[in-house]
């Protein structure tokens, strides 16, 4: 069997790490191809090309590397072509990988997988009706995103979602803290900016005056800035860097020691939730674009995960403007005094993502060469 896949951003290579490992073990005369991170890598990938070319947030930055993005993709459609797979699988990723289903499935008799359901319930909600026709079968990480698949008839597997099977906050808290020069007797929020250069560019200095203000005010608390690299680390926070605690490679130990954290709207608020960790989440890009987001196509009432899993505000958001270091040191208040609640509320979104079955992605594919 050979397999083609196609992961355009850091969340999209952690979960296409466990497919890579599902299917190496489940299948032993295995071969696959085509564009994954570091972790994808790690299970054997070669990766097409770096998945930094293609990794861009809201809709400007694409919009402004849109020919460098489309010549990208012609360039891998061609070699999928020319490779012939059994299975083409876009993980995450959707408006790149979308457009890679709908080549081969008119050019080609290449089965085409999306592993994370485009967010139709989110914006453009007409797509859901185009699914069937862009793809064979879609991995669903979310139950109330199967119920609306179901509802449409599109063709769908539940495989929950990792995070909740591989995160555990049963740790040694206290050994870490020492790692990381964090006094014990200290309370700690954990600040995650982001992953794209972009998103921290646009969180750093609203940040960097939280940190400035709340450390003056409050002596007893450790802020730690978890960044996945030191290449991350620019702007105001840059500045900031010899005065505060920041941490690299290791977001989901930062995640496990904190009492509370501020988390850019994305993946690792789910960590975060997983972890039953009460958070402030933050979202910031460029005005244009948020303007256009909110006005014409967002339909959710809510920007992080763990508040739309729940259909309830668990968690304080703040948008755009919203995104400064007073609203911060005012919603970390609240949450701080709330602290217990709202991690109860959060430690039951685990139990609805854990899929256990270790096979379930090969078990899936198998289902879909047969028909």
Known sequence: M??????????????GQELLADLKRNNENIKIIGVGGSLMESEGLKSFFPIK????????????????????????????????????????????????????????NIKTVQYVCPQFWAWRYGRVHKFNSLYHRIFSLFPFESELLKKHGVNFSYVGHPLAKNLSSDSNQQEWKKNF???????????????????????????????????????DVEIVVALNKESDLQGELKKLSKKINVIYNSTQKVLAICDLAIVASGTATLEAAILAKPMVVIYKSNKFSNFILSNFFLKTKFISLPNILSQEKIVYELRQ???????????????????????????????????????????????????
């Open 53 to 108: 070319e293609i990794s861009y947030m809201g809709l400007i930055d694409p919009l402004l590397n849109l020919r460098k993005i489309l010549k990208i993709r012609k360039n891998f459609i061609n070699f999928i072509k020319k490779e012939n797979p059994d299975i083409f699988i876009g993980i995450d990723s959707p408006s790149f990988n979308s457009g890679i289903c709908k080549a081969l499935r008119r050019d080609t």
């Open 181 to 219: 020069d964090i006094p014990l007797d200290k309370r700690v929020i954990a600040i995650l900016p982001g992953s794209r250069k972009s998103e921290i560019n646009y969180h750093s200095k609203p940040l960097a005056d939280f940190i400035n203000k709340y450390n003056r005010e409050n002596s």
């Open 2 to 15: 050979k397999i083609a896949v196609c992961a355009g951003e850091k969340s999209g290579d952690a979960l």
């Open 321 to 371: 403007n919203q995104v400064s270091s007073k609203e911060m040191i005012e919603k970390v208040e609240l949450t701080f005094k709330n602290q217990k609640d709202i991690s109860h509320k959060l430690s039951l979104i685990k139990d609805s993502l854990l899929v256990t079955n270790s096979n379930k992605f090969s078990n899936a594919l198998k289902e879909i060469l047969v028909k």
